[in-house]
């Protein structure tokens, strides 16, 4: 066991095993899918990561847990709950309500390094803003994304959208359009061609392989956590894919793409609506978009702001950090350019 205080609150680290951690996730409604173990198992498979699960005291008194991963980069130990590229949009803590996130930060810094050995922490916490993080040493980027609300009726979640989109749904069937839920099969290489165009059409490609979105299904697959759903058009042939992941209160897009020569058929609109009706069918109580894009704003969900907190143990490796993005961008743009060189037999 490993243990680092910051005052009165204090992280320990406990043994991982799935079973026990989805036990301990269960008694949390708020958790979403990401906290769970299945995520720290595409998580592990895709990047490498070790499950990292704590429990968060105060004055010696359980209050919640903290879940994240240690990955190793460059030689250096790094934390992510999670870290940016994980394809992961929340984590952090589960706490008791009212609980003080800032102090639980705090302790994970001291947690991370003293304990861990850790060079560098991110986190992102649905729960936590800026102002509750003021003086914690904590660093903040930040975003924005869509949220609907799903708790209300189906016709009040449409009249939320413009009457463009309400009309697009209404009518899909007179398109031929008609939205279904996909089994594994080869969806992942379905999704992912879907994918290649919509990054081409920007001079890029693809931030990861499809071998990423293959482990996702496998790891969510035997859960009731994962949404697969795809749009056909009249002639059978697969028109828009989405992947929605979820769990009790919140479902989360986690990539969506479609065949831009069938976009005058509008099959985005059909496809997020559907998947909406799924989740709000499960209980879900929101949608979240999972990240910003104006097009976003026609499904009727609130903009949000998205926090990611980072800290790292020397100001130097902030530094490095900045640098690899802007490399990683690059790497984008120059596999872009191939692909399209390569034409369209290029294989993902």
Known sequence: MNRAASGRVALTRI???PVAWDA??????????FHGAPWLDYLAATQGAEPVVAVVTDAGR????FVGAIVRRFGLRILGSPLRGWATMYMGFLLEQGFDRRAAAVALAHFAFDDLGCFHVELADRWMNPDQMVGSGFNVERGHTFVVDLSSTEGEILSRMPRGTRYDVR??????L???RAMEGSFADEYYADLITVFARQGLAPTYAVERVRQLIRSLGPTDGVLLMRVRAASGDS????IVVGRNETAVLWGAAFDRANAYLRPNELLHWEAMRYWRAKGILRYDMGGGGDYKAQYGGVETPTYWFNRSRYRVFGLGRTAVRRLVRARQIVHGRLARRAGPSASP
């Open 62 to 65: 359980a209050v919640g847990y």
């Open 24 to 33: 301990i996730v269960a008694d949390h409604p708020e958790a979403e899918v």
């Open 171 to 176: 009518r899909a069937g007179t398109r031929g």
């Open 15 to 17: 043994e991982y095993d």
């Open 178 to 180: 008609h939205a279904e």
């Open 239 to 242: 028109v828009a894919t989405a």
